[in-house]
């Protein structure tokens, strides 16, 4: 073990509280709020299949009144035998009827499962499905605010871990306690002939093994909630350790072991929590489940003194030992039923918690504004992000006509990316207001907007897709248009190396797939450039550090390249290279959110501040 366990493990302990005491009061609220989620859950079922659903149903009852029918026909088979037998006829027709009536209610109550079995295989598949899409369909209404969320990404995955099972489940809780139910008041039925007392005592031998059980599940959800960012340590994790794109820092600076450790470390905690949590829930469940067994055989015993005194027959005796055996049975099942329909209740608030996040309604249904000739207007935009303390920007002014080019200078962190996610609708400004074409922002359609801007972020993403779809991502509408692909490569400059590859745009890049290609930086900086040119309709162009994995030479073609094709288009250029910057035809130099210098590159040279000081370091190094 390596010398950073125990500190691991220490810094573990103190980082993690300890769990939420679990009263007794709430675990009763927490019951008695058992059918919360029960109807949606039923009704999701029944939208996924309403066929399966109602077979389910259907065999469901036939399931629960079966087995005291066939109790019954079993004492009536020993009966007929015993009287036979005392009458001393050799006549086995009625025993070998009822025998064969027995046959086929066994026969039917096999069938009857093994019909239930492939009604939940079937839609425990489809339900997971439908599930995992609910998810995924809310995530697409979510803000980028939700993403840039620690707790929002606690309930998504408390979301995710539980929810794809756990509606079918409840279900099946539903229809096993329909089941049992109907098994119990068959049998008690039957039962109730020999003395009210025995029902009665079957009903109430189960009682104190399910309370337990109810707070015991009540204790193992709070403390799945409670855990909920140290499960997702781990899963990051492991995304580090067995991933490709960390795989070379982490050994190169030897991070693998500790890494390893820190996870090692998560699983010992959690795990001695699952392990104390599981020895009481074991031990209450096996003493207190003694009374039930007790109750049996007290049972048994009353029966069978009953049918030595004469009071009983033979048959009479079977029947009974079998009723109450098939009655506790289904008494354990139903309690057993409510207990996992309260568990599963619990487990589904996480996923209704998520699919009710709530999301602002969008207000904007402009598609056009009524001077095109005005572009973009910032009138003293000020931002800052949810649950900081500092504005990212503050009293920002711009104004940039079409046909014109800006680029934003400053340190990481001055706020130039956040005023793209502005422009861009991700975030709306917290005070002032952006204009495009004489109109807010907030006012215009989102997808119009979006159609009206082609964007390059300096984290833009890899798919692990085909070439030409990574280019065609530029614009969903046209995802699959290998003509579009081509012309966007042209205008990216990367058709020239695209050509080269094994099958041009149909190459699988990444390795996460069968002959997946890696691309060098500079390669997939040019697929992301041809996917801001996919939208030919966007006459905004946004470039965040978009060669800063090229060479000068590189740089200098595709941005000689660049302005021919943005002539007409308004264009923003974020870059920390001056030799790219001064191509601009405004640059504003932004510094803690705030405009400190603006103009042209020999206007900004000889006012002699910020930028030319900037400049002439970098130019510094090149002498």
Known sequence: MSASAPRARSRLRHALPAPPASGQDATLRGFFGVFRYSRRALELVWRTNRALTIAFALLTVVAGVLPALTAYVTGLIVDAANSAIRAGSRDAGQVVDLVLL?????????????????CQSLLRAQLGQRVNEMILEKALTLTLAHFEDSEFYDKLTRARREASTRPLSLVTSTFGLLQNALSLVTSGALLVRFSPWAVAVLLLAGVPAFVAEAKFSGDAFRLFRWRTPETRMQTYLETVLAREDHAKEVKLYGLGRRLLERYRAIFRTLYGQDRALTIRRDLWGFSLGLIATAALYGAYAWIGISTVRGLLTLGQMIRYFTLFRQGQGAVTAILSCLGGMYEDNLYLSTLYEYLETPVPEPSGTLVRGPDPADGIRFETVSFTYPGAQQ?????????????RSLALVGENGSGKTTLIKLLTRLYAPTEGRILLDGRDLAEWDEGALRERI??????????QMLVGENVGAGDERYFEDEARWRAAAAKGTASEFVETLPAGYRTQLGKWFRDGRELSGGQWQKIALSRAFMRTRADILVLDEPTAAMDAQAEAEIFAHFRQLAESRITILISHRFSTVRMADEIVVLERGRIIERGSHEELIRLAGRYAHLFTLQARGYR
């Open 391 to 403: 504005p990212a920007l503050e009293g920002v002014s711009l104004h940039l006509a079409p046909g």
């Open 102 to 118: 027995e046959g086929v209610l066994v026969a039917s109550i096999a069938a009857a499962q093994r019909g239930l079995t492939f």
């Open 454 to 463: 082609g964007v390059i972020f300096q984290d833009f993403n890899r798919y």
